[in-house]
């Protein structure tokens, strides 16, 4: 089984849960003997091509972004790989279907599933609908949205990462029920279990004091991953525990805004805006924190939450989407209301107050990460879809 993976971000070039969880499931794919040609934008002195004994990955160079928004820049890439890809699939041969990720490559899927008679395979991460809370507002949203459907209705399969998401597609683009399967993210534990054994102690010190508890928020600062409702929140949780630390990772255009309610409610010196770092920092953080936050708005999935899971941290999350998929209340973590600062607040306390219930959540929380959301399950199940759509085509006339 051949497969020809189109995805805008891909190792090392990944900024948010879609280029990991890309990364993790073409890995996963390779181990279970698909052969896997990924094609992704191509940045920085990265090489064009790398060859793999299973996953081999092509890269190719996007116009200069001065010149372009995002979807012209998209555009334009995928009428690059539109262009290139039969020189590639001259060297490595022809595939059986092409799975794509996202709207961004959705030209060139779609170009090329027409152009190769093969199948195409869909994953929608989440969707400009849902970003902007059903509100298509903008010529760019309106541009992506239009693009997102036509990606739905070209796909003959179409991928959700969870129940939410698969409800969400059916509204923004009027896709049938049968066409969609749910197929969760996944992770992998072991860069965490590879921490267990180390001293983070110094590590630790570089963020927060030893006798001040670490609540973590990791993600980018965008709306809608709600890093200002937490920073709403951060007076009450210091008036009933004082000796509580925010730390805020990522970059984002959000940022500069959290940062000044931050100083407005008068917590400044209580919280560390961190910016972006490092994947290994980021495990590290996971790995010393008291309680992980992920305080969104709006989450198709919520990886992070996941991988917090992992790490062992306790974690409380917002009851939309994915997340509330993810975590079960008070048994693998806490959900509380959205867009809810008192409401945060109360699970960020619940969690600091009561240590040993914490530490009974995230126990579960890990055994429900390893055990439901291991790569090898995942590729599993989209191994079977991978044998539907090859099966349609062979009984299929183009």
Request: proline share 6%; with cysteine.
């Amino acid at each position: 089984m051949k497969a020809l993976l189109l995805s805008w971000e891909f190792r090392p070039n990944i900024v948010g849960g879609l280029g990991r969880a890309v990364t993790e499931l073409a890995d996963a794919l390779a181990r279970q003997d698909v052969e896997v040609q990924v094609v992704t934008s191509r940045t920085g002195d990265l090489p064009e091509r790398e060859n793999g004994q299973d996953t081999s990955v092509f890269r190719v160079r996007p116009p200069e972004q001065d010149f372009y928004d995002i979807f012209t820049l998209a555009d334009e890439t995928s009428r690059r790989i539109v262009e290139r890809v039969p020189d590639l699939l001259d060297d490595v041969g022809p595939v059986d279907f092409i799975h794509t990720h996202d709207w961004h490559l959705a030209r060139a899927a779609i170009a090329l599933k027409h152009q190769l008679k093969v199948p195409l395979v869909a994953t929608i991460h989440a969707t400009e609908y849902g970003r902007h809370r059903g509100h298509i507002y903008s010529d760019l949203s309106r541009s992506i949205n239009g693009l997102e459907w036509e990606l739905t209705y070209d796909a003959w399969r179409v991928i959700c990462c969870s129940q939410f998401m698969a409800g969400e597609v059916q509204t923004a683009f009027s896709c049938p029920a049968d066409k969609i399967v749910v197929i969760p993210n996944g992770i992998d534990p072991s860069p965490f279990n590879a921490l267990r054994w180390l001293n983070l102690r110094r590590f630790r010190a570089a963020y927060a004091r030893a006798d001040e508890q670490i609540i973590l928020c990791v993600g980018r600062v965008v709306y809608e991953k709600g890093a200002h409702v937490l920073v709403e929140a951060f007076p009450r949780i210091l008036a009933e525990y004082p000796l509580a630390k925010l730390v805020v990772t990522g970059d984002g255009p959000n940022l500069p805004a959290v940062r000044e309610r931050a100083s407005q409610l008068g917590v400044a010196d209580r919280c560390y805006f961190t910016g972006f770092v490092p994947i290994d920092v980021r495990n590290r953080l996971f790995m010393v924190a008291d309680v992980a936050v992920f305080p969104s708005l709006y989450e198709p999935f919520g990886i992070v939450a996941l991988e917090a899971m992992a790490a062992d941290a306790p974690v409380v999350v917002s009851n939309v989407g994915g997340l509330a998929e993810v975590v079960e209340h008070a048994e693998t973590g806490i959900l509380v209301h959205p867009n809810d600062p008192a409401s945060l607040a109360w699970g960020v306390l619940h969690t600091l107050l009561h240590p040993e219930w914490a530490k009974m959540r995230a126990a579960n929380a890990y055994r429900a990460a390893v055990s439901q959301y291991s790569w090898a399950n995942i590729a599993r199940q989209t191994i079977d879809v991978y044998e539907q759509v090859i099966a349609d085509r062979e009984r299929a006339a183009w």
